[in-house]
């Protein structure tokens, strides 16, 4: 059967999940007429493993993705079931919001707002390969022989690529929650010369909530007074469900270990790897066996379901096993499996081969974003779909491509991460990763990137101008406070007392009583109010920017250095063979990776500091060698 003329695009987005909404919503938002092509429209923005955004790092990164004008924020908090803020006792540098979705109101939410996208098409297909023309990809063929032309497409298929879902012994071709896996793509790549590796991650049992006995279990209600995720949010949702906490035990871990020899993971049966960070139960009573217990969540996954998300029990047992691990935890003696946990074993792409902007180097006009290219989670995912989306569109449109720099944001630091560095396992973002973490906040992700989500044509008018409002209100405050003194009153000694302070000696600029560690925005306010109703963000903008100006000056001069080493550019017909006296690792390795800049072939592993210099050196004196044609 010949294929036929389906229609012609800017931007096609092949796959559905959380990198694809937001690339495909980035894209028709930038002006690129854009089609979404995903298996199945009912399973838009499915969340596959735990009903939750949000976290250390990965919260942030949500925060991102609204400032610039994306969608996951938004949704989530229309959607969410229950919301904390994570680290409260902390520093602002690792604060991180953290939401339990309602997993089928979710979907029905995102859904809503792609089919309302004006240039945005939907529709339900199966991509089997893409349209290849003088080396550059040009379209994508459907199984039903619809031909799509587009001048860029973007590949995210998730975790969907040679999908093997694996319980016990029992294993069968499949995505994520029995949907189709994609295997005919994934083979079109290899032919295409990909390099690809094999990864797996799992999922624990669903249990029915009424078969749990809660009394034996911790309650973990939500925040009295929830924040929010997107900028744009008014409103809270107030009746919040809580989620449960248990744990395991001798018993539990008793009956793992009987059944080791029948897990997946230790049977040879799967050969991927899998995220260090979010091991299965099997894998944490091996690595851990001197812990006497691991923590086991209960989290509802909706408001109109009984289905409850058992977090801490990914697995790969056999189900009959499954039933054994439930029933010696506290609560769960009687609980009622809906769903058996398994793992999953799909393929990625190595994210070396990809430019910063996720553009694959080999394949003009072809981008990859979310799970696809080694990440793991639903935040990682759409942090790179947004940005795949945004470039996609640029390309596709004539226009310049956005690279964010890891000291501008939590997903720059991931992309450079990923294109860098590569992974040998699912990658997860952790405030670790961050040299940066003090300037890339919870709190001020829109000030870091709202300006830019404008440039591009993703934030509207009336809410840049609230933002500008909002940076002039910040900005007006620290002013006054630079030059209200304060004196030492009786009343002022007294309330300085009441929050373990000194008594103060002198008079005192209220911007400077601030940095105090014990005094916060509150008891300024209460010595000194402002004349102007500011808002809370306002109020904790001001307090933060004072209170750590020092550390934020040290690393803001960090990143004026970084910032030279970035705008030292690595011509891109430069030959490393010619180079001499770099070490085999590094030529190699600079070979593959091909940074566009001298900050960047710092970064990659193998590269050491020598190499850096006699690199400086072949660049500056203008040696630059032409690549040999051969």
């Not at 624990?204 to 279990?217: F, L």
């Not at 004196?487 to 002198?506: A, F, N």
Request: proline share 4%; glycine share 8%; net charge negative.
């Amino acid at each position: 059967m010949s294929t036929y003329e389906a229609g012609q695009y800017d931007v096609i987005v092949i796959g559905a999940g959380h990198a694809g909404v937001e690339a495909a919503h980035a894209a028709a938002r930038r002006g690129a007429k854009t089609l979404m092509l995903t298996l199945n429209l009912d399973m838009i923005a499915f969340m596959p493993c735990n009903p939750s955004i949000g976290g250390p790092a990965k919260g942030i990164v949500v925060r991102e993705v609204d400032a610039l004008g994306g969608l996951m924020g938004k949704v989530i908090d229309k959607t969410y079931i229950q919301m904390r803020m994570l680290n409260t006792g902390k520093g602002p540098a690792v604060r991180a919001l953290r939401a339990q979705a309602d997993k089928p109101l979710y979907i029905q939410e995102m859904k809503s707002i792609l089919e309302k996208e004006p240039n945005l098409t939907l529709r339900q297909g199966v991509v089997e390969q893409l349209l290849m023309e003088d080396g550059k990809c040009k379209g994508v063929i459907t199984e039903t022989k619809a031909l799509y032309r587009a001048k860029t497409v973007i590949i995210t298929t998730g975790t969907f690529m040679r999908g093997r879902v694996i319980i016990g012994d029992i294993s069968y071709e499949s995505g994520p929650n029995n949907q189709r896996a994609s295997v005919k793509l994934a083979e079109h790549l290899e032919e295409l010369g990909f390099d690809l590796v094999r990864f797996k991650t799992g999922t624990p049992p669903r249990v029915h909530n009424q078969s749990i006995d809660y009394g034996k279990t911790e309650i973990q209600p939500g925040d009295e007074h929830p924040q929010h995720f997107s900028y744009e949010t008014t409103e809270a949702i107030l009746d919040q469900i809580p989620c449960w906490l248990t744990y395991t035990n001798e018993k539990t871990h008793e009956v793992i270990n009987e059944n080791l020899g029948l897990s997946a993971m230790y049977s040879g049966m799967i050969k991927g790897t899998g995220p260090r960070y979010c091991p299965s139960i099997e894998d944490k009573i091996v690595r851990f066996h001197d812990k006497p217990r691991h923590q086991v969540f209960l989290e509802p996954e909706g408001k109109n379901t009984d289905e409850v998300y058992v977090q801490g029990l990914s697995t790969s047992l056999p189900e009959y096993v499954q039933h054994q691990i439930l029933r010696s935890i506290p609560g769960l003696e009687e609980a009622e499996i809906m769903r058996a946990g398994y793992a999953i074993e799909y393929d990625a792409v190595v994210p070396t081969q990809l430019w910063p902007t996720l553009e694959v180097k080999n394949i003009e006009g072809l981008f990859t974003a979310g799970q696809i290219n080694g990440t793991s989670g639903y935040e990682e995912a759409a942090g790179q779909g947004i940005m795949a989306g945004i470039n996609a569109a640029a390309k596709a449109l004539g226009k310049d491509s956005v690279i964010l720099d890891r000291s501008q944001a939590y997903i720059g630091v991931l992309i450079d991460d990923l294109v860098t560095k590569g992974t040998n396992e699912p990658y997860r973002l952790l405030t670790s990763r961050a040299e940066y973490r003090l300037l890339l906040r919870h709190d001020n992700a829109d000030l870091r990137l709202t300006e830019l989500g404008y440039k591009l044509g993703l934030i509207s008018k009336e809410r840049y101008q609230r933002f500008e409002e909002k940076k002039h209100l910040i900005e007006e405050e620290k002013e006054r406070l630079s030059k209200v003194r304060l004196k030492p009153t009786e009343e002022l000694q007294q309330l300085m007392e009441s929050i373990g302070g000194t008594r103060l000696k002198d008079g005192v600029l209220a911007y400077d009583l601030l940095k105090r560690p014990e005094v916060t925005y509150d008891v300024i306010e209460q010595v000194t109010p402002s004349e102007k109703d500011l808002a809370a963000d306002v109020k904790e903008q001001v307090e933060i920017q004072i209170k750590y100006q020092g550390y934020i000056s040290k690393s803001n001069q960090q990143v004026e250095k970084l910032k030279k080493m970035e705008s030292k550019v690595i011509p891109e017909n430069i030959d490393y063979d010619a180079i001499s006296g770099i070490a085999t690792e590094a030529r190699e390795k600079l070979k593959k990776v091909r940074p566009l800049s001298v900050a960047q072939a710092s970064r990659i592993s193998g590269v050491n500091p020598a190499d850096i210099s006699i690199l400086l050196v072949y660049i500056e004196q203008g040696n630059v060698a032409k690549v040999s044609s051969e």
